[in-house]
């Protein structure tokens, strides 16, 4: 079974540049997140899907962040413009089953980024 | 709010040994946990879970977790590293009804031979 596939794997881009990041669950997967981990830090929630819907987006910084999941499969995480403290490791992850008891996530290997 | 605390930032551990990795969590309800491994440059692998039920959890690679209530507590256990076990170590919480995992600063782990 083919895993959470993520691209591009490495991105180096400087301040007030944009930067989109694409994110390919693993098939049949309803449930799709996108995790921002800082180095030296655990991963935290940016934003969760159900199909192509908003569950929670409480955490994503909404006047430079953006995302989107059309049609409920793919999905794409954008950054504009870049500040130097978005440098840090984009995970996307996706479940099988809606939130609810405990369903097991599946990250992808992550999206480096490095602002300059 | 749900939180999770990794106390040990860096373990050195020789290889063949014992390995005792620290989780402690804050959640009102009964939580579920994971703890998840990563390897560097790799994304993040399930070790092992804990819903309900036995309170001791074995997972892959030889790793089992115990659920300790009382101590809100829930400490990754292997009897025996081995090389391959150098990585990063994160216990997370989640709630029942919207999945959101909430991470530790993790632990990393190295093996001196």
């Known amino acids: 079974e083919a895993g959470v596939a993520q691209s591009p794997r490495y991105k180096i881009i400087e301040k007030r540049q944009s930067v989109a990041f694409w994110c390919n669950p693993i098939?049949?997967?309803?449930?799709l997140y996108w995790y921002q981990q800082i180095l030296g830090q655990g991963p935290k929630l940016l934003i969760q899907?159900?199909?192509?819907?908003?569950?929670?987006d409480s955490q994503l910084p909404k006047d430079r962040f953006s995302a989107e999941r059309l049609k409920g499969v793919d999905s794409t995480l954008k950054i504009q413009p870049a500040k130097l403290e978005d440098s840090a490791v984009y995970l996307c992850?996706?479940?099988?089953?809606?939130?609810?008891?405990?369903?097991?996530?599946?990250f992808g290997e992550g999206s480096w980024l490095t602002v300059v | 709010a749900q939180s999770v605390t990794q106390p040990d930032i860096h373990i050195t551990v020789s290889e063949g040994a014992s390995l005792e990795l620290r989780c402690n969590y804050s959640?009102?309800?009964?939580?579920?946990l994971f703890w998840y491994v990563q390897s560097p440059g790799q994304g993040l692998q399930l070790l092992l879970k804990?819903?309900?039920?036995?309170?001791l959890v074995q997972g892959i690679k030889g790793f089992e977790a115990e659920f300790k209530r009382s101590q809100s507590s829930f400490n990754l256990r292997k009897p025996s590293v081995h090389w391959s076990d150098a990585a990063e170590y994160f216990c997370?919480?989640?709630?029942?009804?919207?999945?959101?995992?909430?991470f530790g600063t993790g632990t990393r782990l190295t093996i001196i031979p």
């Open positions: 997370a919480v989640s709630n029942f009804g919207n999945e959101k995992l909430t």
């Open positions: 804990y819903f309900s039920g036995d309170t």
């Open positions: 098939s049949g997967h309803a449930t």
């Open positions: 899907f159900q199909n192509n819907g908003v569950v929670d």
């Open positions: 992850a996706s479940s099988f089953r809606p939130p609810g008891a405990g369903n097991t996530i599946y």
């Open positions: 959640y009102g309800a009964t939580p579920y």
